[in-house]
């Protein structure tokens, strides 16, 4: 399991010497550091196969099996699932940005090493099923907005991983597929209703169907990535992106990801509860609504804190 180590800063004791503005410095260098090392792993775990860097608002998750291509083993399927809820629960964390190691692959799905342990029957093979759904339903309900950074393949478990993010940005050498036929698996109803929701039921037809792996340029077309970008230029533009969407109010993004899961759940909006139906309304009663308008009407930049 992963384990994370608690941050304290140690009392400081003022001597005469210390200046104002030394200690302004010392407290600034340590407030900047916090975020880099809130979830920092113990010295014994650091080769993890999954790395966290936290630089508040923004918060990194790295595959790190480059070797592998990052084939995700078992063990980090559960892993992955622990990370995403403790970021998720981080009010200082606003945006998460998903990436693979080593710049040949996001993931090239589930590790095949795994397969006579783990899915060498039905039996074995849900307790399997259970761990990438339970990865991949952790992410999807996410109240924090989430990208998926795509350079080199994104096949198997890591397109569905990617599928399961909010935003996808992929870079013009970038290669996704589901070729589960060429396993004789098939996928579950988790993966199947995202890859349904995003792309389509003919797209995702022809997905699983022709096992292909599809360019940049047919994964942008279809709706797979909402963008494609220069190798060179990837991760600019994501963090860019990863910014602005980190500057705007949390709750409105929570909201708004709720909200169509609502709908997404209950297209005809008919059986919609009233907590449902006043789910939008819930933002006017917020600091976050107050300190928008107020900074609409100053014409100046918002400082939203999530309440």
């Known amino acids: 399991m992963l384990r994370y180590r608690a941050v304290y800063i140690p009392a400081v004791t003022f001597y005469p010497q210390v200046t104002l503005s030394c200690l302004l410095t010392i407290l600034s260098l340590l407030a900047s550091s916090v975020g880099r090392l809130l979830y920092q792993r113990d010295a014994d775990t650091l080769n993890d196969h999954i790395i966290v860097n936290s630089e508040p608002p923004v918060a990194t998750v790295t595959f790190n099996r480059p070797s592998q291509r990052n084939a995700i083993s078992f063990d980090m399927w559960h892993d992955f699932a622990n990370i995403m809820q403790a970021l998720d629960e981080d009010r200082d964390i606003r945006a998460i940005v998903i990436a693979g190691a080593g710049g040949e692959a996001f993931s090239a799905g589930a590790d095949i090493q795994d397969f006579d342990e783990h899915r060498s029957n039905s039996n074995k093979g849900r307790g399997y099923n259970d761990a990438v759904n339970g990865a991949l339903k952790a992410l999807s309900e996410m109240a924090t907005p ?17 599928v399961a993010t ?142």
């Open 146 to 162: 989430t990208i998926s950074m795509i350079q080199g393949f994104a096949v198997g478990g890591g397109c569905e991983l990617a």
């Open 166 to 307: 909010d935003l996808r940005i992929a870079s013009e050498d970038s290669r996704m597929g589901i070729p589960v036929g060429r396993l004789g698996i098939s996928i579950g109803h988790r993966e199947m209703r995202g890859l349904v929701n995003l792309v389509g039921k003919g797209n995702a037809l022809y997905i699983l169907l022709s096992a292909r792996l599809l360019d940049a340029t047919e994964s942008l077309r279809i709706g797979l990535v909402n963008q494609v970008v220069a190798q060179d230029e990837l991760s600019d533009y994501t963090y860019k992106l990863a910014a602005d969407i980190a500057s705007l109010a949390p709750l409105s993004h929570a909201v708004n990801k709720l909200t169509l899961q609502q709908v997404q759940n209950k297209p005809s909006l008919e059986n919609l509860t009233d907590e449902e139906s006043d789910l939008p309304l819930t933002q006017f009663d917020t600091k976050d609504y107050l300190e928008g308008y107020k900074a609409f009407l100053e014409k100046r930049r918002p400082q939203f804190i999530g309440e």
